[in-house]
């Protein structure tokens, strides 16, 4: 009996009430044709109702995949889980998933990615649920706000439980009726393979959390294949946990890529062909960034700023002495930017998601270059929640999991929003002071806990186009401050905190604001010609 059902044939699978999981990184690996194929079926007839969705990463975005926006209307969905959500610019409409969040017509949770890849485990084996020190003190916290986005989210699904004598969150494992994952071939059997995919993400996982409770796995691909045509080690899931097959020819690699063999690993590009960042203030931001690196480290990467960091490094001739580790998978190479972050070309391996999250967890990683939108006297960060303009923000994704544990991290970002800055006279100049202090009393929204960082000794450093700041037991601390800003008029007058200042307050180096490679050196060290200050 063929397994092979069209889109809509799939979408009359999904009854009312049923918990539906599915595998995607914004556009990367979303099986939209699925998606759009149930909210199709809703607007006809009026089913199914009241699903509740599983997202470990963002299904779709704001640039052409809709992913959960297919889903997003008052009566389909009743509450939704995400480790993030469709964002974009704030000049943009907003998502319909977002405008259901304000208006509390869907349960939303903000989970942390690699926390919903673990209960998908979890519930898989069909054990209870996840016991993790994963965001505790943050917002997933109970104490916080629980990974709740509105009110409409009343029913917690998290606690604190002590266990063997220590403080843990407990997540109860959900168990999904439904996965709907993608991939790029099946054969007959459903027998799974990702040949033209830039990451795995969490398939495998997801499909054996539905399959092993009696649920369904329908698998969205570009194209079928003869039985016994596929190598068995190139199979990331087994055509035992797939059910129904869905071919959808014109499945996007990403957003805005129809194919391109580098994203999946397929050709190597030469270094030639990755662009330089254009010379501007985030691009010494990157800079300084970078120097924060040494040879032999294996680095996490979040989006913003610290995105060019690898490109800073390829500029410098220093490609290779760090090995790059993303979210989605991808393990070396140089991580792409825009619409195909999450992927990575000329990489070493391709990791599945959930087991990178394992990684991550842990701190068994060096060091994780990320961004901020506030941070606060504890040296807290926020980078979840932005009331103004929620779908500015992806929410947390990967976040939590990867700051966890870290044993350094470097946060890099503007000191004020909204300031008109400019490079002049080998440094910074500030044409026009922001309206939005980011340096507050209290972060809007707990991303990364300043209080466990020190308690646990974890390294933080705060990059920022004016100065640089360190996370001490006493609270931020200025130690280097950007040629052409006043420390008292630029800085400290532009916090809502007191900040300590460095007895040995250091000058970044000049180097950073020239137009030409600066000389960066990782051996030993991350150096500027064999200085620094």
Known sequence: MSKIVSAAQAAGLIKDGMVVSVSSSS?????????????????????????????????????????????????????????????????????????MIGDNSVAAYNVPSGILFDMHREAAAKRPGVL??????????????????????????????????????????????????????ADERGNLTYEHEGAYLGGLEQALAARNNGGVVIAQVKRVVENGTLKPHDVRVPGVLVDHIVVAPDQLQTTLTSYDPAISGEIFRPLSSFRNAEMNVQKVIARRVAMELRDGMAVNIGFGISANVPRILLEEGQHGKVTWVIEQGAVGGVPLLDFKFGCSSNADAFMPSPHQFIYFQAGGFDASLLSFL????????????LSARPHVTAGAGGFVDITARAKKIVFSGFFNAGAKLSLADGGIRIDQEGKVKKVVAEVEHISFS???????????????????????????????????????????????????????????PGALYLDQPIGLSLNGGASLGGAHG
Not at 40 to 64: Q, V, W
Not at 164 to 174: A, N, T, V
Request: with cysteine; charged share 20%; net charge negative.
């Open 27 to 99: 556009g990367l690996g979303c099986p939209d044709a699925v998606l759009a194929a149930i909210g199709e079926r809703f607007d006809a007839e009026g089913h199914p109702k009241n699903i509740t969705t599983l997202h470990p990463i963002a299904a779709g975005d704001m640039y052409g995949i809709r992913g959960i926006d297919h889903l997003a209307k008052p009566g389909l969905l009743k509450r939704t889980l995400c480790g993030s959500y469709p964002s974009g610019p704030s000049s943009s409409e907003p998502p319909q998933i977002w405008k």
């Open 132 to 185: 993790t020190k994963v965001g505790l003190d943050t917002f997933a916290d109970p104490r916080h706000q629980g990974c709740a986005m509105n009110a409409a989210a009343s029913e917690p699904i998290v606690s604190v439980q002590q266990f063997d004598g220590e403080e843990w969150l407990y997540f109860r494992s959900i168990v999904p009726q439904v996965s709907i994952i993608r991939a790029t071939s």
């Open 374 to 385: 506030q941070i606060d006297r504890h040296g807290s960060v926020n980078v979840s929640k």
């Open 450 to 508: 300043g209080k466990r960082a020190v308690a646990q000794g974890q390294d933080i450093t705060y990059v920022t186009e004016r100065c640089v700041m360190k996370l001490t037991p006493e609270g931020l601390v200025v130690t280097e401050l950007a040629p052409g800003i006043d420390l008292q008029r630029d800085v400290l007058a532009q916090s809502e905190i007191p900040l300590g200042v460095a007895k040995d307050l250091k000058t970044t």
